[in-house]
């Protein structure tokens, strides 16, 4: 049997010492860093990407999930955030781990299900949103330089 698998990629190039210039699909990302950490402030910066991706997933999977269930999603606020120290991604100190020390997920949903069929909802979410999966499990990274 054929996998089912689906391959995303990003491709890209350094366009400067903390800007990167990359494509997903016919889509163009921008990154780059704040001026205090060396930027330019021109683009969201890597880890903002992330936690954007992450609240993006999660409104793919609430959607998906809600039409299954029947519940409309009258509203829905999703607020992401989490602290960096940045010794370490700077080569100051090697005392912390470099990503987030931990990620807040605040979700403000407003639907017409009741409380029961509102927390199956949220639960649902959280096990099928694959950005969720990869922050919170271990996803193995093979590198290859050419």
Same mark, same amino acid.
């Not at 330019?40 to 998906?64: H, K, Q, R």
């Not at 605040?106 to 017409?112: A, H, K, V």
């Not at 509102?118 to 590198?143: F, G, M, Q, W």
């Given at each position: 049997m ?8 990003? $491709?890209?190039?350094?366009? *400067?010492? @903390?800007?990167?210039? *990359? ?7 921008v990154?780059?860093?704040? =001026?205090?950490? /060396? ?5 969201a %910066?890597?880890? =903002?990407?992330?936690?954007? /991706?992450?609240?993006g &997933?999660?409104?793919?999977?609430? /959607?998906?999930?809600?039409? =299954?269930?029947?519940? =409309? ?5 999703? $607020?992401? #955030? /989490? ?10 100190? #090697? %005392?912390?781990? @470099? *990503? ?16 029961? @069929?509102?927390?199956l ?7 099928? &949103?694959?950005? %969720? #999966? $990869?922050?919170?499990n ?7 330089? $050419?």
């Amino acid at each position: 049997m054929a996998s089912k698998d689906l391959n995303f990629s990003v $491709n890209g190039k350094r366009v *400067g010492a @903390t800007k990167y210039q *990359g494509f997903a699909r016919s889509f163009e990302l921008v990154v780059d860093e704040p =001026e205090m950490l /060396g930027g330019e402030d021109s683009a969201a %910066n890597p880890v =903002e990407y992330l936690l954007a /991706g992450y609240a993006g &997933c999660l409104n793919v999977v609430f /959607g998906i999930v809600a039409k =299954e269930l029947k519940v =409309e999603i009258k509203s829905l606020d999703i $607020n992401i #955030d /989490g602290d960096i120290n940045p010794e370490k991604f700077l080569g100051i100190s #090697d %005392n912390e781990r @470099t *990503g987030f020390k931990s990620i807040n997920v605040n979700i403000e949903l407003r639907t017409n299900a009741d409380k029961a @069929t509102e927390a199956l909802l949220i639960e649902k979410v959280k096990s099928r &949103c694959p950005v %969720n #999966d $990869n922050l919170a499990n271990p996803t193995p990274i093979h590198y290859s330089f $050419n």
